[in-house]
């Protein structure tokens, strides 16, 4: 029996399908204009988010490496310091995860342009970004949905739990993220895998 | 212009639909057999992976705490030793990944179940596994897709690069491995959430 | 020439070493029974630190999984929720840097036991712990060393920069701790070796 | 009582001390020539050591950051591929890590520098390394201390369990390399806090 198995990752991608259509184009051209402009002049991308957040956001932060970005992941040994030219991407469902928002708020005293993705423009890591891009999802904190995940959905609870909505979408949309970039820079694959590490763990 | 962004989301989408109904039932099946008997029993459980599909191996190691397992990651700060009753979850695309293979053999001398998660049952880590789950993908070492892959693709060259389809493929695929378990353990989101750390980076 | 090479290692030697003499043995004595008392009730310990803190913390959350503890480290994947019955070890030579203070906020509100390392009883982090366990260096936010430290080196300038002497001394101190906690325990370098990694990165 | 705290520290304090004079002046200035000289032509230096080990490297390459080297750390997010104008300096008090080992026989096939700093310079990893900086030091995996550490200790067996001789000692070792460095290249303590993370975990 591996029903669940079939059933959930069939609600995940209906869920990432839905998604597609409803992304703010706007919100998403801002974002990939201030990275190809850091990409450009060469300034810092510091990303973070905690959990399976962070997760996602290092597996965009690999990606942004093989790209040729100035890449770096908060906690990791040699991030260096940020300044007014760099670029946070703070990645947070609720926009509520404590030390993400504390991190962010130090960057911002910093005035480094940050980036949010999150399911809630209005929490304290929304309002305080630069720019928002909504990836819809569900909440671990709350036992509630937001609104825009419950139309996705519809009156169903979802199978999957806590904030994996959320953090699936928010992968796949990242992914899309590296492709419009290697377009705009005019990366091909081959210059990607010339930089993917030769050892690794 | 954020087209590549959505083809790419879409293109993720379609690819993961498909690998659904491609699921070895079987190879799913001993897999879940394999972890609810750990869980049962409080074997350690061990996940590795490189790159990418180390972050993958993490986002389901987290979850798997948050349900209750003795679970560890590769590289991690508190990992212990391990033994002939605990498993080893090894994720990789290829089945070839040097750091992967050389740990999973070093696991099998001990003993430990190993089960492997790759697109290609007959690499060496397929081979030295008990139990292999073919996720279908695009290996980032050779040029060319898997045939399986290239079914779902059909003849077009895939957008999303390197290993992105069988690493986005194998979250989503764990994911559904976790609703499983819960259902298989009678496990709520509610006893999911008092695991989740409350203090969290 | 590597003449500072070994000015700089007889520098940290020497200072440790004045160290041994001037630690607070009431403030050591209660962070022993702490964590003796937390491994014998199966308490859960967070240790946290930033940067190379933080790495001094790992070394020690490792020496306390060999020795049996249920131990976590902050960041990393498994670390699961913590409450009043657990312990927090927060790592910082100057007592405020901001993500550890906010993470140590958050763990006084679920009345976790705080133990500070610390060179400044009266930072933030001081002021909210239960136990400040004073271990003298120079702290990199600001450009004078404390007192403490100024009387072990004299008036010399030390070569070591920035946090290096606190956290060398930091260092040498756990694992002095580990060592007390194996006699208290009656744990034997067999123990710790039984649980050591045997497959490790 | 805090009895072994303090004999375990002069333990560790006296073992270091010795270790100054025994250090082998031309190793270690080999050690510095190849690291300047990446540093002024901008060659990347991979970091690798597994356990306390690996920890203790993070500390040294978080250093070489603040420097402004171009260091990575194995199995971090960010780590590229590595070629024959780099360096790896591994770290294994037995220099026989497995995972350490195969990783630097990855690097030697790409025909990187690499140095390896270990108690023995005829282990697996001493043999395939282009310079060899002995630290004595116990190691974990056998019973026995090297001809180098009984010297030091004289009879006694120690108390500080597994490496911990080595990992302490290698870290003040490679705090001393960062002085030396700093003088080499000119740099301050303020050039270093310059860079050193103002958003850090």
Redesign the interface.
């Known amino acids: 029996?591996?029903?669940?198995?079939?059933?959930?990752?069939?609600e995940?991608?209906m869920f990432?399908?839905k998604?597609?259509e409803k992304?703010n184009?706007e919100q998403?051209?801002l974002m990939?204009d201030v990275l190809e402009n850091a990409y450009r002049q060469g300034s810092k991308i510091?990303v973070m988010g905690?959990?399976?957040s962070?997760?996602?956001g290092?597996?965009f932060?690999?990606?942004l490496?093989?790209l040729g970005f100035n890449?770096?992941?908060?906690?990791?040994?040699?991030?260096?310091?940020?300044g007014e030219r760099d670029v946070v991407v703070a990645i947070s469902g609720s926009g509520r995860?404590?030390?993400?928002v504390?991190?962010a708020e130090?960057?911002k005293k910093?005035k480094a342009t940050i980036i949010a993705i999150t399911s809630y423009p209005d929490s304290p890591l929304g309002r305080l970004a630069d720019i928002v891009v909504e990836i819809p999802g569900r909440t671990?904190l709350a036992p509630d949905i937001d609104y825009f995940a419950r139309q996705i959905l519809g009156i169903h609870e979802p199978?999957?739990?806590?904030g994996?909505l959320f953090?699936?979408t928010a992968?796949?949309?990242l992914?899309?993220?590296?492709?419009?970039l290697?377009?705009r820079l005019g990366k091909s694959?081959v210059d990607?895998?010339?930089?993917?590490?030769?050892?690794?763990?």
Chains 1, 2, 3, 4 share one sequence.
């Open positions: 029996m591996i029903e669940y198995v079939r059933k959930t990752m069939k995940i991608v990432i399908d998604v597609i992304l184009e998403v051209s990939l510091l905690a959990g399976r962070g997760l996602v290092r597996a932060a690999m990606r490496m093989h890449v770096y992941v908060l906690g990791e040994t040699i991030t260096p310091s940020i995860t404590q030390l993400i504390t991190a130090a960057a910093v671990k199978l999957a739990p806590l994996t953090e699936d992968l796949v949309f992914d899309g993220v590296v492709v419009e290697m377009h694959e990607l895998r010339a930089r993917h590490a030769n050892i690794e763990l």
